[in-house]
């Protein structure tokens, strides 16, 4: 499956530099992104046993604000559900990661048909696990990203983002007291479209 999305990745970027709309002037201009893409979760523990995560399934979206020609600041939320398991315990379940960010971008061409961009910001991550009360905690994002504009208002997008976190303590809602900590540190591939309001 990586092998996959990093061949996707590589046909993109190259496909996207090619023919298309000019992108326009990001100052003043409001931008509304939807999202979907994989993400590569971090393992976590329970009662000291290793729990792995699966590859997950992300979606979300934001609104971006154009500050100058070439900066931007956005408010995203996504959210990433996986399946998490251990082979010491029976404590496999569900864990859903939701990530509500604020982030600066910085565009490097404008009046570009292909825009890339680089960006960041602070993360809360409400973090949720089967039959478990998690913390929410604070993280940071990095991402970076091409805008490819097909008129002068919509633009298809791809992005890759890193969320680096603390982990979130859990504990056990059904039985005997157990406990464990949850990394919602994680690396997601993302695709989608932007549509800017003129």
């Known amino acids: 499956m990586k092998r996959l999305l990093l061949g996707l990745i590589m046909i993109a970027l190259p496909a996207m530099t090619a023919g298309g709309a000019a992108g326009e002037n990001l100052e ?3 931008g509304l992104t939807a999202r979907l893409g994989f993400s590569l979760p971090s393992d976590s523990t329970w009662s000291g046993a290793n729990l792995s995560g699966d590859m997950g399934f992300t979606g979300g979206g934001g609104l971006l604000f154009g500050v100058t020609r070439n900066v931007a600041v956005e408010v995203e939320a996504t959210a990433t559900r996986y399946d998490m398991k251990t082979d010491s315990f029976a404590k496999d379940g569900t864990a859903t990661v939701t990530n509500l960010s604020f982030n600066a971008l910085y565009h490097f061409a404008e009046y570009s048909k292909a825009t890339p961009y680089l960006g960041g910001g602070l993360s809360i991550l409400f973090n949720d696990y089967s039959n478990a009360d998690v913390d929410t905690v604070l993280g940071v994002n990095l991402k970076g990203g091409l805008d490819y504009f097909i008129t002068p208002q919509i ?8 969320v680096i976190s603390p982990t979130a303590h859990m504990r056990d809602l059904t039985g005997p007291y157990t406990g464990g900590s949850f990394d919602p540190t994680s690396f997601s591939s ?4 932007r549509y800017f309001f003129h």
């Open 190 to 193: 993302l695709f989608g479209v």
């Open 28 to 30: 003043g201009k409001l």
């Open 155 to 162: 633009a298809l997008n791809i992005e890759l983002k890193g």
